[in-house]
Nanobody, 125 residues
């Protein structure tokens, strides 16, 4: 499975960006897809996840109400719509996928078998 992220860039605080993650290969390996991010000098952290069949979503508290994760199953693609961006959202954003994660385990990066290369998001103040 190959995951390719796009849509990162530089935006002013309060602005918006849309990230995309397109998957190729086994559709069954992308049952759960997620976004993680890693800021400079910090550990990689969970941002949001979606189950492609049920549409069930999970978010980290700091992005609730600002970020929306969605999917296009025909394209095996997920999106992350980021609004009201803050400087602390600056990070490399990674897409991840896995064929099977128990409910409640979506936040654990160790659960994901497949990862993209990442896309940089920079929010200026």
């Amino acid at each position: 499975v190959q995951l390719v992220e796009s849509g990162g860039g530089l935006v002013q605080a309060g602005g918006s960006l849309r990230l995309s993650c397109a998957a190729s290969g086994s559709v069954f390996s992308t049952y759960v897809m997620a976004w993680f991010r890693q800021a400079p000098g910090k550990d990689r952290e969970f941002v949001a996840a979606i189950r492609r069949v049920s549409g069930h979503t999970v978010y980290i508290d700091s992005v609730k109400g600002r970020f929306t994760i969605s999917r296009d199953n025909a394209k095996i693609t997920i999106y992350l719509d980021m609004n009201s961006l803050k400087p602390e959202d600056t990070a490399i954003y990674y897409c991840a996928a896995d064929p099977e994660i128990v409910l409640g385990g979506e936040r654990d990066q160790k659960e994901y078998d497949y990862w993209g290369q990442g896309t940089q998001v920079t929010v200026s103040s």
